[in-house]
């Protein structure tokens, strides 16, 4: 007997409404269960910064070459 499986998602603005639209489908046999992620965070505009050294000089991840001797 084959079944069909739904997956469904949607995002809203606040976690309490969340929760209202989650119960609802739930109590009316709509949705088995109902998970609500927490909500993300955006980096703040300090953190979002480069992290470029305050004089300007840009930091190199590979070593310097080896002078000739």
Same mark, same amino acid.
């Given at each position: 007997m084959? *079944?069909?499986?739904?997956i469904?998602? *949607?995002t809203i603005d !606040? $976690?309490?409404?969340?929760? $209202?639209l989650a119960r609802g489908?739930?109590?009316a046999r709509l949705a088995a269960?109902?998970?609500i992620d927490a909500p993300s965070r955006r980096p703040t505009a300090g953190r979002a910064r480069s992290r470029?050294?305050?004089n300007g000089? !840009?930091?190199s991840r590979r070593p310097a070459p080896a002078s000739p001797t």
């Amino acid at each position: 007997m084959p *079944t069909d499986i739904v997956i469904a998602q *949607t995002t809203i603005d !606040s $976690e309490h409404r969340a929760a $209202e639209l989650a119960r609802g489908a739930v109590e009316a046999r709509l949705a088995a269960c109902a998970h609500i992620d927490a909500p993300s965070r955006r980096p703040t505009a300090g953190r979002a910064r480069s992290r470029r050294p305050r004089n300007g000089a !840009s930091r190199s991840r590979r070593p310097a070459p080896a002078s000739p001797t």
